[in-house]
């Protein structure tokens, strides 16, 4: 089981920026799709970015494409979201979380994300 912790959160004014890191220790992750996730109050947990094992792929949802960026670094055992252009409905405790299996190929459910942070809270004011 690998161990994910966030960290970068806060509290941000509409259009700032924010990089949020998550840190793995237990076993490299150079070898797992990685993704982050957020829950705003009151809704269910969402997908926000992945990144494929090998660095190629990025995928994001919709509401957050052209804003958010998803970058990995394996050396580090290591993987980040640079938010930019916040809104206030970016509200939401982000969590990053590390794919079930080595080597995979789904990017977007979160039933196959089998490691996960304990989350890190942005607040976006208007």
């Known amino acids: 089981q690998v161990q994910l912790i966030e960290s970068g959160g806060g509290l941000v004014q509409a259009g700032g920026s924010l990089r949020l890191s998550c840190t793995a220790s237990?076993?490299?992750?150079?070898?797992?799709?990685l993704a982050w996730f957020r829950q705003a109050p009151g809704k269910e947990r969402e997908f926000v970015a992945s990144i494929s094992w090998r660095r190629t792929n990025t995928y994001y949802a919709d509401s957050v494409k052209g804003r958010f960026t998803i970058s990995r670094d394996n050396a580090k055992n290591a993987v980040y979201l640079q938010i930019d252009s916040l809104k206030p409905e970016d509200t939401a405790v982000y969590y990053c979380?590390?794919?079930?299996?080595?080597?995979?190929?789904?990017?977007?459910?979160?039933?196959?994300?089998?490691?996960w942070g304990q989350g890190t809270q942005v607040t976006v004011s208007s």
């Open positions: 979380a590390a794919h079930r299996n080595p080597f995979g190929s789904t990017y977007y459910t979160e039933s196959d994300f089998g490691s």
């Open positions: 237990g076993r490299p992750i150079n070898t797992y799709v």
